[in-house]
């Protein structure tokens, strides 16, 4: 049974528009803080990953919201393998309030391995075998 | 025929990250500067629509990155309308860097109108009627 | 002897620039979450002033810079309240590595009250009776 | 007589929060777009800079807010050299409402040079002649 990561935090004013609620963009924000908690608890953190000389760059992006996180909330976010392969793997995130429960957001982002040179890569044998071990 | 609407940016410093790049969300806020400057084209602009009581939010992104942009250069962003419903719109977008017309991002939204409490709303008639003649 | 609230974070990606640290504004947005914990640990929070028709607006920054955070590292911030007056309070942030303890930015921030059609106002009495309770 | 960059930009929804108006902290990141226009203006861009070796980072900030910028605002940047050195370069800013002309903010950051490795560096000569020029 593949692993769900739970991170947890607070919305910031900063991250608030006019609107009175969380701006849309900040989202991608918060599932890359789902990933990168998802990534460090199997061994290898992506700041790790970096110094090896592997950056992992977002190809696609999807998005739906189904409700608004407001100021000062606190905020759960799941996170999902979604599918890892020899150079690609994506994950899913589902964030919702952390007391209602109430869904906000539903995503998936598939991410890229490049070189330093920011060419295409194949993922490190290891780093992908960790991954595969939590689905 | 449908208007493409062409806006320009230079990249910030604070849009970048430590992969050297702009940040991927980031993408998402240029989408926004399109179809601002689209609606504002066609006799009203977004602050206007907001001050009549109606906001737009975000139902649904999607955004695939082809290449990078960087620190400095040149953006140009064309905006087309997709869709317009009773109660949403969609808009999509071309990112690309001004001088060499590299592509860099495409992407879609969905917007659905909302009251000023949050509920959801039908787009009023001009506003919708506007959008129209641009498709 | 006052009180000194200490927050902590962990650096987002988001949060890093091209030169491989934090972007610099970034820093005010962790004062505001300094002071934001300041002011719960007091009985009353951020959202509850704002719902109770009051804002605070910073009205003075200064920032000194004399460390770089870097992706993922752990941060702590300690904020003092420097001095609370009718219209307006400023508190004292300290930021530094939460693991070596290197010192990393000492900011001031002043703020006003506002009432909800942006003019000055008087600070609500238990609220600045709470603040002084913390000197 | 010292010479004043001209900046204009227009106020981004993404930049404004649920008090309305601009978040404060993007104040700081307008002042960068004045002093890189400054600096593009005589004979250098600051990506070019980057590209020589040289980083600037800021060390020092300080910002007054006088009044609100809101969304969709046409606003004007005016950015001078204030000081140049061997190892800093201080700027000052004024933030006015490009309309009205209602000044928004004052601010001043200094900046010190950094080598690749992230030690403090002399400026390079050529850099600083020429900024010396626009005073």
Redesign the interface.
């Known amino acids: 049974m593949s692993h769900v990561q739970v991170s947890e935090l607070r919305v910031?004013?900063?991250e608030?528009?006019?609107?009175?609620?969380v701006?849309?963009?900040?989202y991608?924000?918060w599932c890359?803080?789902g990933r990168?908690d998802f990534i460090r608890r199997f061994g290898m953190?992506?700041?790790d990953l970096?110094r090896a000389g592997f950056?992992l760059?977002?190809?696609?992006?999807?998005?739906?919201?189904h409700g608004?996180a407001?100021?000062?909330d606190r905020i759960r976010i799941e996170t999902r393998l979604a599918d890892v392969r020899s150079r690609a793997v994506a994950f899913e995130y589902l964030i919702a309030h952390a007391d209602s429960g109430e869904r906000l957001v539903s995503a998936r982002t598939t991410l890229v391995a490049l070189d330093p040179a920011?060419r295409p890569a194949v993922l490190p044998p290891d780093f992908r075998a960790q991954l595969q071990s939590a689905r």
């Open positions: 910031r004013y900063a608030t528009d006019q609107m009175g609620v701006y849309h963009a900040n991608l924000v890359e803080i990168t953190s992506y700041a970096e950056m760059a977002v190809s696609e992006a999807s998005v739906r919201y608004a407001r100021y000062d920011g």
